[in-house]
């Protein structure tokens, strides 16, 4: 109760922060997007993300939350575009954000103000989002991609019913969970599963995103494998708006 009351004033006295991920083509290294990270910094303590979007959540805050880093995020990226080359945005959502009420509408506003196009926009979501609601969350979300917003599946491979979730969502890319890209080279089973879902995403025409690369062996793994994205610490960190400045303003690669 304590926490929501913080949060509450957090956003009043904007203590959220935005920080992006660069995700990048592995054949090239080129940055294609970069993917926001809401961060808190209540006074001077750092709180990460998974202790407060819950409360977050619970508490109905995550919903202007959400907003403000949507509209935030559209219009820092829209203007990195228009300031070198032609990024895209990847943003996570969150159950009660989708469901919310003028979701889509909101989405709409945020891309008609920053005037980032709807194709350089990607919405993240995870199976959980389907098991409440899942027919209004499948149909608002259907609705941004008939408008050219792209949907990608986060944590590709954990949930119950991975395969099944491509069938009830029409996706542009997944996103393989970084516990099956932390084994390769080093795990069998978790490098077989890794090629696997590589060669499944790319035979049905999704863009294929590895998370969580660390170490040179497991880019080069992703690139033989034919994975055409990737993100990790290796590649990149996340990064305040300053980094990403300056990113864009030296180099197309990282
Ligand atoms: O940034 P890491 O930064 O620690 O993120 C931890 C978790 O928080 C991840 O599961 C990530 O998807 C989630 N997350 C980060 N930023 C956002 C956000 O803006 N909205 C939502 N709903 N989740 C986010
Ligand atoms: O659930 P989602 O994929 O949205 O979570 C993104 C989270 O992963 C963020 O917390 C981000 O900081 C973290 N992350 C990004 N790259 C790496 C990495 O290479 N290693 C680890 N351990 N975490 C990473
Ligand atoms: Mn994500
Ligand atoms: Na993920």
């Not at 945020?110 to 196009?117: C, V």
């Amino acid at each position: 109760l304590e926490l929501a009351a913080d949060l509450q004033r957090a956003l009043i006295e904007q203590q959220f922060a935005i920080e992006y991920q660069p995700v990048v083509d592995l054949a090239t290294s080129r940055v294609t997007a970069v993917e926001a990270l809401v961060r808190w910094w209540r006074g001077s303590v750092f709180v990460p993300p998974d202790q407060f979007l819950g409360p977050a959540e619970d508490t109905g805050l995550i919903v202007p939350l959400s907003e403000w880093i949507l509209r935030e995020s559209c219009r820092e990226v829209a203007a990195w575009r228009a300031s070198s080359w032609d990024i895209g945005l990847s943003l996570n959502l969150s159950a009660r954000q989708i469901t919310a009420p003028r979701f889509v509408e909101t989405v709409e506003e945020a891309l008609a103000e920053s005037g980032l196009p709807a194709s350089a926009l990607t919405l993240e979501v995870i199976e959980e989002m389907l098991v409440e609601d899942a027919e209004e969350t499948i149909r608002r979300l259907s609705e941004l991609r008939a408008l050219g917003v792209r949907l990608a599946i986060d944590d590709f491979g954990t949930g119950y019913a991975s395969l099944a979730f491509l069938r009830q969502l029409p996706v542009d890319m997944i996103k393989i969970d970084p516990s099956f890209v932390s084994g390769l080279g080093r795990d069998d089973t978790l490098t077989l599963l890794t090629r696997t879902i590589v060669r499944l995403g790319n035979d049905l025409g999704l863009v294929v995103v590895a998370e969580g690369i660390e170490r040179p062996e497991q880019l080069e793994l992703l690139r033989e494998m034919g994975c055409t994205r990737g993100q990790g610490f290796l590649v990149a960190r996340p990064m305040a708006a300053r980094g990403v400045d300056s990113l864009m303003r030296t180099s197309l690669t990282v």
